[in-house]
């Protein structure tokens, strides 16, 4: 039997008697000509690790392990490890399977250099997220599935309603492209929401993890009161005084900076 002899997702849920729980944030994504081309925007995949969080049933993991790819995935649902297990054995050494919480797993037990390739758990999409930004293991490319309105605050232009705390510090770090939207209905069962996958890439001109520190510090408190100009939200800070030393107009809001210039308050913040 290989992996092209497998049933489908549907087929394979139906027999174990299992279906997605909502405390888990669980919309299974079944169809594998969309988990497919997932795996295609993922990037060329053959001999190359890859992490997946929340795998689920195993829908993009088989199209990650059809790709070529060395998968390393992480669910937390016991429930979901037969199923998972049945996929090893075909998989041909190519699955290795961790059962635990991605936001407390040791970063110790993936290897550096992996990608991560994923349809997040949308009640931990953004912790994990941030994580993966600025924690102690820091995946290359990462291709991630989130609700769309996460997405579009992820990839957001200054000036856009989306741009935000998080727009900057994604962007900071990486270059981030929408890559592929998909509607409610793609999954089992459908949310309430459409989703959308985002492209990660690093960045060459990375800043250092002091700066990002910085970084967060002033998008705190640009974003936190963002109707208000920058000499008001940035008071604590040093207000006028640091916008002025940044280069950056005091009269402005948080929404109409670039990142670059946000960049630039957090090396002036402190000096």
Same mark, same amino acid.
């Given at each position: 039997?290989?992996?092209?002899?497998? *049933?489908?997702?549907?087929?394979?849920?139906?027999?174990?008697?299992?279906?997605?729980?909502?405390?888990?944030?669980?919309?299974?994504?079944?169809?594998?000509?969309?988990?497919?081309?997932?795996?295609?925007?993922?990037?060329?995949?053959?001999?190359?690790?890859?992490?997946?969080?929340?795998?689920?049933?195993?829908?993009?993991?088989?199209?990650?392990?059809?790709?070529?790819?060395?998968?390393?995935?992480?669910?937390?649902?016991?429930?979901?490890? *037969?199923?998972?297990?049945?996929?090893?054995?075909?998989?041909?050494?190519?699955?290795?399977?961790?059962?635990?919480?991605?936001?407390?797993?040791?970063?110790?037990?993936?290897?550096?250099?992996?990608?991560?390739?994923?349809?997040?758990?949308?009640?931990?999409?953004? *912790?994990?997220?941030?994580? =993966?930004?600025?924690?102690? =293991?820091?995946?290359?490319?990462?291709?991630?599935?989130?609700?769309?309105?996460?997405?579009?605050?992820?990839?957001?232009?200054?000036?856009?309603?989306?741009?935000?705390?998080?727009?900057?510090?994604?962007?900071?770090?990486?270059?981030?492209?929408?890559?592929?939207?998909?509607?409610?209905?793609?999954?089992?069962?459908?949310?309430?929401?459409?989703?959308?996958?985002?492209?990660?890439?690093?960045?060459?001109?990375?800043?250092?993890?002091?700066?990002?520190?910085?970084?967060?510090?002033?998008?705190?408190?640009?974003?936190?009161?963002?109707?208000?100009?920058?000499?008001?939200?940035?008071?604590?800070?040093?207000?006028?005084?640091?916008?002025?030393?940044?280069?950056?107009?005091?009269?402005?809001?948080?929404?109409?900076?670039?990142?670059?210039?946000?960049?630039?308050?957090?090396?002036?913040?402190?000096?």
């Amino acid at each position: 039997m290989t992996l092209d002899d497998l *049933p489908p997702l549907r087929e394979s849920l139906a027999a174990a008697g299992l279906a997605a729980r909502k405390s888990f944030g669980q919309h299974f994504l079944l169809d594998l000509n969309l988990t497919r081309k997932i795996a295609r925007l993922a990037g060329p995949l053959d001999g190359e690790t890859v992490v997946e969080v929340g795998p689920g049933p195993g829908g993009l993991t088989r199209a990650l392990l059809e790709a070529g790819a060395h998968v390393i995935a992480v669910e937390k649902d016991a429930r979901f490890m *037969p199923l998972l297990e049945d996929l090893a054995i075909l998989a041909d050494g190519r699955l290795t399977l961790i059962r635990a919480d991605a936001l407390t797993l040791d970063p110790a037990r993936l290897p550096a250099g992996a990608s991560v390739v994923a349809n997040l758990p949308y009640n931990v999409a953004t *912790p994990l997220l941030v994580g =993966w930004l600025t924690g102690a =293991w820091r995946p290359s490319a990462m291709t991630l599935m989130f609700q769309k309105e996460v997405a579009e605050r992820i990839a957001a232009a200054p000036g856009s309603k989306d741009y935000g705390r998080l727009s900057v510090l994604v962007q900071a770090l990486r270059e981030a492209r929408m890559v592929m939207e998909l509607p409610a209905r793609a999954f089992t069962p459908p949310p309430k929401v459409a989703s959308a996958v985002v492209r990660l890439t690093p960045r060459a001109d990375r800043p250092s993890d002091a700066l990002v520190d910085r970084l967060q510090r002033v998008t705190a408190a640009a974003f936190g009161q963002r109707r208000k100009m920058l000499r008001s939200s940035l008071k604590p800070l040093g207000g006028e005084a640091l916008c002025v030393a940044a280069g950056v107009e005091p009269s402005a809001r948080a929404e109409e900076l670039s990142v670059e210039q946000f960049l630039t308050l957090a090396v002036k913040l402190d000096d």
